[in-house]
């Protein structure tokens, strides 16, 4: 049982409670600013009214008949609140066995019992360059998609790239003015973007370009079967290059169906918007009114353009409608940026729809769009354009000369790795620094992005928690080098009395699940990266100031090879949520 359990049932007998409500006397605790003031406190303001007496009077009614027991050495008045003092060494038995115990690792629960979360997430365009704004998709997304999974969820992961839509008529411009088959071959995706920038380019000063691409892509969109083949060549060769920087990460999706693939859709779903009657004719085009429903003076959304042409809106509309019908989600979630006004039209003229249609689901609710913050500063030695396989490699090269400035520098700490190691450790340390950074503040706060300090093992950074993680493995190296078994997981032992350090991380490590689930709730990976950075400050206070292997003190080493072990099992399970991989040497 939960420590905080425990104690909300004594507080309602105390307080002449049905047993029941311990789950809402359990969240009305909360954590007092210091351990010197105990480890839970109990505020009795909410109780005032009905007791009809002053906070600081209930609580010291109910500290009075607060009895210790097994767990709660004491309940102490101070103020208007109830503190209870932990019995340490059992507490610490409780914490310790529940993270080491639990055969499905530290934090994993069932809150979702398989109901469907679809995640729209990355979905670069082609032609257009796969840059570092779609690795905060990228990388925002897997994380939600990770942990929602970790919460019993049934993730569906969906790849909608930007694979349609008046861009390739510039590229297919382009492309037959300018197109070389070979460079095509050699240089892929790079070549279609500088290609689409040229025609766009030349669009600027000469607005009859503009024009002939929209007619090209009108042919497209009439399945011109010359186009077509020269768009599905495009096509091919584009996702080969975003796969190959999707394997790199580790990252798959259940679907790589784009803009195109719900063409077939659009039709039908735009005769359903006419017959329900939310359609309506504007200046030859198409749209749906959505100010009402938003609440604010906001454009229509426009479900086909005046010259026929079909829209990005409109086949949001189609993509979302077959999300419901396949999956009835529980959420759909658009990781992306700055497209906050598109999203909103898109989920009210669906909620316009459901509610012509009579539905009695209101399912557009369960639209959201996760947006983001800018990230600044980026740049790579390459120039400009920041492509993502060029920031991947950078940060690899980057990690590589520090391990190899700090190996020569403290060669006892990094002794030098064989090459191959040294490959595979500062890929794993590039990546973890770029993750990490992603999730290193809120997702809605504009960041600055700067080389020198994401890389840092020391401070808010991935390298720091890699290398905590590492530091946690040698002293098993250690332990198991002096012959000491691995720690008794079940119940493990504890010594009479607790140091502070020891006793301020295990309070730390009760945080992990809360932190998860609010990850989920407030759609935040942020909320795991604060939670780790916290594990790993507390473990390296308690790793500075407490001896863990000790010769003298069987009974001290054993337990605190245990608690070693939890802050690793936790540490490393959440990194895995960030896809960051947990190193054993660094
Ligand atoms: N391809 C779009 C872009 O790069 C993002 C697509 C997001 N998903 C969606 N269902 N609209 O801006």
New binding site residues.
């Given amino acids: 049982m939960p420590i905080a359990t425990h104690i909300a049932q004594a507080l309602c007998a105390a307080l002449e409670y049905a047993p029941e409500r311990a789950e809402e006397v359990a969240r009305m605790l909360t954590a007092p600013p210091g351990l010197a003031m105990g480890d839970f406190a109990f505020p009795c303001f909410a109780l005032a009214k009905a007791l009809r007496a002053p906070p600081p009077k209930i609580a010291a009614d109910l500290a009075a008949r607060l009895q210790p027991d097994a767990l709660v050495a004491k309940a102490v008045a101070q103020g208007p609140y109830v503190n209870f003092f932990l019995q340490r060494p059992e507490a610490a038995r409780r914490v310790l066995g529940a993270v080491l115990t639990d055969p499905q690792g530290p934090g994993r629960r069932d809150l979702g019992g398989g109901q469907v979360v679809v995640l729209?997430?990355s979905?670069?365009?082609i032609a257009?360059p796969f840059h570092f704004?779609?690795l905060r998709?990228t990388n925002l997304g897997a994380d939600l998609a990770r942990i929602f999974a970790f919460l019993g969820y049934r993730v569906v992961r969906?790849n909608?790239?930007?694979d349609w839509g008046t861009q390739f008529g510039f590229v297919i411009y382009a492309w037959q003015k300018w197109g070389e088959i070979a460079l095509l071959r050699e240089r892929a995706i790079d070549y279609l973007v500088e290609l689409y920038v040229r025609a766009y380019r030349e669009s600027e000063t000469d607005p009859g370009v503009r024009e002939q691409a929209r007619l090209l892509f009108l042919r497209l969109e009439q399945g011109d079967p010359e186009i077509t083949s020269l768009w599905q060549q495009f096509r091919e060769l584009s996702l080969a290059g975003f796969m190959k920087t999707y394997q790199r990460l580790g990252i798959s999706f259940d679907s790589y169906a784009g803009?195109a693939a719900v063409n077939p859709l659009v039709e039908a779903t735009i005769e359903r918007f006419l017959r329900a009657g939310v359609a309506e004719q504007s200046q030859g085009a198409l749209v749906v009114q959505v100010s009402a429903v938003i609440g604010r003076e906001i454009a229509p959304l426009m479900l086909r353009k005046s010259d026929g042409a079909s829209t990005?809106a409109a086949?949001?509309c189609a993509?979302a409608l077959d999300r419901w019908q396949r999956y009835g989600f529980a959420a759909n979630i658009?990781v992306?940026s700055r497209?906050e006004d598109?999203?909103a039209q898109v989920f009210a003229a669906l909620t316009r729809l459901a509610e012509a249609e009579g539905w009695e689901h209101r399912w557009p609710a369960r639209c959201e769009n996760v947006s983001f913050g800018y990230v600044r500063g980026m740049s790579t030695r390459k120039g400009e354009a920041v492509w993502l396989e060029a920031v991947l490699d950078e940060a690899r090269d980057r990690a590589r000369r520090i391990r190899e400035e700090k190996s020569a520098a403290n060669p006892r700490a990094f002794p030098a790795l064989a090459n191959g190691e040294l490959d595979a450790v500062s890929e794993a340390v590039g990546q973890a620094a770029l993750l990490y950074f992603d999730v290193s503040a809120r997702r809605l706060s504009d960041v600055t992005f700067d080389w020198d300090t994401v890389l840092q093992f020391e401070g808010n950074t991935g390298p720091y928690l890699q290398y905590s993680h590492a530091r946690m493995c040698g002293i098993f190296r250690r332990a198991a080098a002096q012959g000491l078994a691995a720690p008794d997981a079940t119940a493990p032992e504890m010594p009479a009395s607790l140091a502070d350090e020891e006793w301020s991380l295990l309070l730390v490590l009760r945080g992990f699940g809360p932190a998860v689930e609010r990850a989920a709730t407030l759609r935040e990976p942020h909320e795991v990266a604060r939670y780790l950075h916290e594990l790993a400050s507390a473990y390296n206070v308690f790793y500075n100031n407490c001896t863990v292997i000790d010769p003298a003190d069987p009974l001290t080493t054993r337990a605190r090879l245990a608690l070693v072990a939890a802050c690793r099992a936790v540490l490393a399970t959440g990194l895995g949520l960030l896809g960051i991989q947990p190193l054993e040497t660094m």
């Fill in positions: 729209d997430f979905a670069p365009n257009k704004g779609h998709s969906r909608y790239i930007g803009e990005y086949r949001d993509e658009y992306v497209q598109h999203f």
